[in-house]
């Protein structure tokens, strides 16, 4: 059953084997953390760690995957989990319902950033540098978004928001929600099996409105 589940990914049995070895953290399970965990989990992702202390509100209706009338104000973290293992139940979670602290990121093989608050960013990537765990970071406000690796070696989010001084809620198309979700998850499987990537020493910035994208580099310490 197992190998006739990701038979189409077309990864060969050493890859997917890797992958399902792998513990992947998501910090923040609404728009991008949702919508990123429900591919790395048809991926074949063999274990996940779940951290939100927030509920599903109305509000997430327009962009988070896993946000229904039903799911209405139930903890993030708790429904991810539930639904994660519907569509795969040898999936191993476990899951967090407060904030991220260094349990939400133990035995992690690597971090996917779905927050929405530069000063939470910024603690992040540094407890995943401390443990040398890469922090796929991604971000967007409505047609906008990027997407990068941070690690020791390229502390990306720092460039990003060192000198951001206020957060403000943004508007979020679900669309640039879907686009930056999927980068990270690809961004996730590169790293985990070991294939370079010009974003683990940079970012990409998408404007969807403008069908525009740029890849920055970024110097490495």
Known sequence: MEAERTIRNGLDLTDQDTLQQATVSIIGCGGLGGRTAELLVRLGIG????????IFTT???????????ETLGLNKAEIVAGELQKINPEVTIRFHVQAFSKESIKNANLVIDGLDSAKDRLQLAKICRTRSIPLIHGAVKQWYGQVGVD?????LIDTLYSNTETNSTPNVLPMTVALIAAMQAAEACKYLLQKESPLQNGWLQCDLKNCDYDQILQEKI
């Open 151 to 155: 690690h020791q070696t390229s502390p």
């Open 59 to 69: 509000s997430n209706l327009n962009r988070q995957i896993f946000c229904t009338p």
């Open 47 to 54: 274990s996940f760690i779940l951290t939100d202390p927030d």
